[in-house]
């Protein structure tokens, strides 16, 4: 496998201009829709089959009583574990070389499992194709050695592209001077390889912490916890069983003594 390209948001450096976010629907001819009143400036509440990146407004009300606005150009992760792809019967959602996660529309058969697989909420449900859309990183620009448009027109340099380790030694050092500019909430969120679904290959620097931003604190690929209650049950079963067991044993000895 080539060397694991990924995207960095950093979010203290979004002002909002949505240029990600229509750069995104050029490229990938994605139609228009209506804006939805989200009580904010942020125009569709989640993303869809016809936005892939969704920019994020967030309201934080400060101790001093002030509210802050947090913004976040959000899009699929690419996670390392995906629980996405885990799930799709069919291989329509794959691996690229580059470690990025993909889907072939013609292999999709639209039976939706990678949407209730996805901890973050991304996949969407084109029900006019019948199949899956997400994000793809771009993977035909990135095939051409092209970025992916939204890093592309980005003005503030808020998502960068590159090879993933370089980007997270760029990303720590962003934190450690934000923290050192008063900013003492300042994180790095999917950054670790060895953290929660063994790093995502989209990752963010936060101003605060993941909730504020309707990012979950532990993600986990739903399909593991299936299997983890599962064996959950089975143990409660056993020791169920167990006890009423040594019930009816110590009935039946009562019972001998009367
Ligand atoms: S964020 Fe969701 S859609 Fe994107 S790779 Fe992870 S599991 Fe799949
Ligand atoms: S283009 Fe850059 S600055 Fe503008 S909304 Fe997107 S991430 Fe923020």
């Not at 792809?85 to 794959?94: F, K, N, Q, S, V």
């Not at 030694?169 to 390889?193: C, I, N, T």
Request: with cysteine.
């Amino acid at each position: 496998m080539a060397r694991t390209l990924a995207m960095f948001t950093d979010t203290s450096l979004c002002i909002g201009c949505r240029a990600c976010q229509v750069a995104c629907k050029q490229w990938n001819e994605l139609g228009m829709e209506t804006p939805q009143w989200t009580g904010t400036y942020q125009n569709q509440p989640h993303f869809t089959d016809q936005t892939y990146r969704l920019v994020r407004f967030v309201e934080e009300a400060r101790p001093t009583g002030e509210l802050a606005w947090l913004l976040m150009s959000d899009v699929c992760k690419h996670c390392a574990q995906a629980g996405c792809l885990e799930a799709c019967p069919t291989g329509a959602i794959y691996r690229t070389q580059y470690g990025t996660v993909d889907i072939k529309q013609d292999v999709c058969n639209g039976c939706r499992y990678c949407v209730s697989s996805c901890p973050f909420g991304v996949v969407a449900f084109d029900k006019t194709a019948g199949t899956a859309k997400k994000c793809t990183f771009c993977n035909d620009r990135i095939q051409n050695g092209l970025g992916p448009a939204c890093a592309k027109a980005c003005p503030t340099e808020s998502i960068q592209f590159g090879f993933r380790d370089d980007l997270v030694a760029k990303a720590q050092k962003r934190v450690e001077a934000l923290k050192g500019m008063g900013f003492r909430d300042a994180q790095l969120y999917g950054a670790d390889s060895k953290g929660f679904l063994g790093g995502l290959n989209a990752f963010f620097l936060l101003l605060s912490k993941p909730s504020t931003y309707n990012l979950p604190d532990s993600p986990k690929v739903p399909q593991r916890n299936v299997v983890a209650d599962s064996l959950l049950s089975i143990a409660s079963g056993v020791l169920v069983g167990l006890g009423a067991l040594l019930a009816f044993r110590g009935r039946g000895q009562g019972g001998g003594d009367a």
